[in-house]
């Protein structure tokens, strides 16, 4: 239904991304060159897109609703902050407040809507910042109990890590989640499969602010 691409220049905008807009209609993009462009394609109606750019002015990310085949709207939200950079900048200050930002947003939301969150966060799982994410915006990770799913280094066997996330709340129960084969990129591709079902959201305990 829904597709996610991070680092999407002019040139891959043309080739690889306006064929697909024929089966994948509705679509929010600001491709850029410096590594931090993105695209949304979807097959359902996209409600209210909007693109920010909350801490950097290069860095943009997608917020939209999704009208599910049923009428109801989920949240989306797109992220690929900026990571610190090992050997020039090593602070990790915009991309921490890119998802404390998102994640008070949703907690925050009067309406709680259903809430999906993804992208690549530049974050391991396991992180103090991912984890404070999760406690902030009360959203479930689906890899708990289920694998690391290590999406990067495509390339290097040797140094993977999970840095491509899916995050939602407890309005969904997992069908699938799977790590899809190389594409030539240095992540991996990442799949999600959600069942809307917002009746069952006692049996998903949300992590305690």
């Not at 801490?55 to 049923?70: A, E, F, N, T, Y």
């Not at 690391?148 to 129960?173: T, V």
């Not at 799977?178 to 990129?185: A, E, H």
């Not at 999600?192 to 079902?197: V, W």
């Amino acid at each position: 239904d829904v597709i996610l691409a991070v680092e999407v220049d002019d040139p891959w905008m043309e080739r690889a991304v306006r064929p697909l807009i024929a089966d994948w209609p509705h679509v929010v993009a600001e491709p850029r060159g410096n590594h931090f462009g993105m695209v949304l394609l979807s097959r359902r109606e996209l409600v209210n897109p909007e693109v920010h750019h909350r801490v950097q002015k290069d860095v943009p990310s997608i917020h939209c609703g999704v009208r599910l085949r049923s009428g109801d709207v989920i949240n989306l939200h797109c992220l690929h902050p900026r990571p610190p950079e090992p050997l020039d900048n090593q602070d990790s200050t915009a991309r921490d407040a890119e998802l404390v930002l998102v994640g008070r947003a949703i907690r925050e939301d009067p309406a709680d809507p259903p809430t999906i969150v993804t992208g690549d966060l530049n974050d391991v799982a396991w992180s103090h910042t991912t984890r404070l994410f999760l406690r902030l915006s009360g959203l479930l990770d689906p890899r708990i109990g289920r694998g690391f799913f290590n999406s990067y280094n495509a390339k290097n066997p040797l140094f993977r890590f999970p840095l491509d996330h899916f995050f939602h709340s407890d309005d969904f129960r997992l069908i699938e989640l799977r790590r899809l084969d190389f594409v030539g990129s240095d992540h991996f591709p990442m799949y999600l499969a959600l069942s809307f079902e917002p009746a069952r959201q006692a049996e998903q305990p949300e992590p305690e602010e």
